[in-house]
């Protein structure tokens, strides 16, 4: 069940394409990570057999990403990339995404990427700056503001 977030849209701003980008950039090098060590940890178990049997070894890799991702997106909102640039992606009433909405972003974010990148252009074209999978999975990224200054 998804969960309402504390601030509300007058605290939080779509977020700008290029903290966007700088967020992706982040979390393609732990999506790259998470492949390199998903890949060995098959590797050893298997003694490199799994890994030549392609389509079980491209399903495992997509359970295994999309788990992550969405155990993130449904959690917090936020990936560790967007976490660094204090990003979260939720739905335009505030809340967390459901499962669902996580499958569609997830996979039309790699149909996005296979069109030469052009789903993620489209944040430079949308004037909310929304992608196609912000679009097809009915979420939006937002930029959170920055924390309070503690007084001493």
């Known amino acids: 069940m998804p969960r309402r977030f504390p601030e509300t849209f007058d605290q939080v701003t779509t977020a700008t394409p290029l903290k966007r980008l700088g967020a992706l950039l982040y979390d393609f090098m732990i999506f790259v990570a998470l492949v390199m060590v998903l ?4 590797m050893l178990i298997n003694n490199e057999a799994l890994v030549q049997n392609i389509p079980v070894y491209r399903s495992i890799l997509f359970i295994t990403i999309f788990s992550f991702y969405a155990f993130l997106w449904t959690r917090s909102g936020q990936t560790l990339g967007m976490l660094a640039w204090r990003l979260r992606v939720q739905t335009p009433e505030g ?3 459901t499962l669902t ?16 990148g052009l789903g993620y252009l489209w944040m430079f074209i ?3 700056n929304l992608t196609w999978h912000d679009l ?3 979420t939006c990224v937002v930029q959170l503001p920055k924390p309070a200054k503690k007084k001493k």
């Open 136 to 138: 097809a999975s009915k």
């Open 126 to 128: 949308n004037r909310d």
């Open 101 to 116: 909405q996580a499958l569609i972003r997830f996979l039309v974010a790699g149909i996005s990427i296979a069109a030469c």
């Open 95 to 97: 809340e967390s995404l």
């Open 39 to 42: 890949t060995g940890i098959l």
